[in-house]
């Protein structure tokens, strides 16, 4: 799903399982200087404030994702679409192109930065990581991850087991990254993302 031609700005998916610690990896990559676009975030906002992505939604699925305040039913939305390979589909059909054009006018606002990344938990799943020079994924050991989201989200092991069943498993994302971040709780992630950054910024004028 190639939404757009790259420019010369440098554009790297970045991704990870649900627990996985994106968020924590990402404000690591802010402190050094990198802007991180955050598209779930983005995704969220959608839902709640552009009235075209509204009604498509409703006039997909009806009124049950939305609260009489007019505000998105996170956890409804996740206990449907997570469990329905083709609402799942349908939501991201709505979703997927109006986050990818906010993200190209994001971008003109950094085009002076190091490189861009840009943060989803279904990078490969969506077909967005075609759109970027390079890609990384962040792993971390199911138990870790489900400890992590429950104590989180104070949500059960099932239901976190049954969003993870609906991504990609790890080992196939495996070989559709370039880089890999190892975030488990005996990796210390601060000397690992200040050397990947190093990289990245010395390779990044060959790309």
């Known amino acids: 799903m190639l939404l757009s031609e790259k420019s010369k700005m440098k554009k790297i998916g970045i991704t990870g399982g649900i627990g996985s610690g994106k968020s924590t990896v990402c404000e690591i990559f802010k402190l050094l200087g990198v802007p991180v676009f955050h598209a779930d975030l983005e995704a969220k906002n959608l839902q709640d404030n552009d009235i075209q992505i509204k009604n498509a939604i409703i006039e997909r699925f009806g009124t049950q994702f939305y609260t009489q305040e007019g505000v998105s039913d996170r956890k409804r939305i996740a206990a449907i679409i997570f469990n329905d390979q083709e609402a799942l589909t349908a939501m991201n059909e709505i979703i997927h192109p109006a986050v990818w054009q906010r993200f190209l006018r994001w971008s003109e606002d950094y085009r002076y930065a190091p490189y861009l990344l840009f943060e989803a938990a279904i990078l490969f799943e969506s077909g967005f990581a075609s759109n970027f020079e390079r890609n990384i994924l962040i792993l971390a050991d199911e138990k870790v991850r489900i400890e992590r989201v429950i104590k989180r989200d104070c949500t059960t092991e ?34 690992l993302i200040v050397q990947l950054d190093k990289l990245i910024r010395e390779n990044g004028k060959n790309w």
């Open 158 to 191: 099932a239901a976190i087991k049954q969003r993870i069943a609906n991504q990609l498993s790890d080992n196939e994302k495996i070989h559709m990254a370039d880089y890999i971040i190892e975030n488990n709780q005996e990796n210390l992630l601060l000397p």
